[in-house]
């Protein structure tokens, strides 16, 4: 059993930056990393999902934060990261970290491959 607590959410202006934080209760190497988010009223929401192994660092982004968020882990700390750039308004919502084991890559945007899930943290992005 695997959790995941997210920190680093809170409010800010368009244009502004946060960077969300994903603590894992013990280590997650062979976990996929995933960032979801779901706004009001709306279904949850692929963001970004990162595996690091042997063969180095992938990272997928969904369309809408694609060149404005960056992914990453910390393996020595257990720990991922969402680094948000150039927010919107419409990145408000409540964000999820998740830990997926992967066999399949290309099903990685789909939540329902995450086995782990955090409470999430809330980001409002006013304008």
């Known amino acids: 059993q695997v959790q995941l607590e997210e920190s680093g959410g809170g409010l800010v202006q368009a244009g502004g930056s946060l960077r969300l934080a994903c603590a894992a209760s013990?280590?997650?190497?062979?976990?996929?990393m995933g960032w979801f988010r779901q706004a009001p009223g709306k279904e949850r929401e692929f963001v970004a999902w990162?595996?690091?192994?042997?063969?180095?660092?992938?990272?997928v982004y969904g369309d809408s934060v694609k060149g404005r968020f960056a992914i990453s882990r910390d393996r020595a700390k257990n720990a991922g990261y969402l680094q948000m750039d150039s927010l919107e308004p419409e990145d408000t919502g409540v964000y999820y970290c998740?830990?997926?084991?992967?066999?399949?890559?290309?099903?990685?945007?789909?939540?329902?491959?995450?086995?782990?899930w955090g409470q999430g943290t809330q980001v409002t992005v006013s304008s």
């Open positions: 013990k280590p997650i190497d062979t976990y996929a």
């Open positions: 990162i595996i690091v192994s042997w063969r180095g660092t992938d990272t």
């Open positions: 998740a830990a997926a084991h992967y066999g399949d890559t290309g099903r990685l945007r789909d939540p329902e491959m995450y086995a782990y």
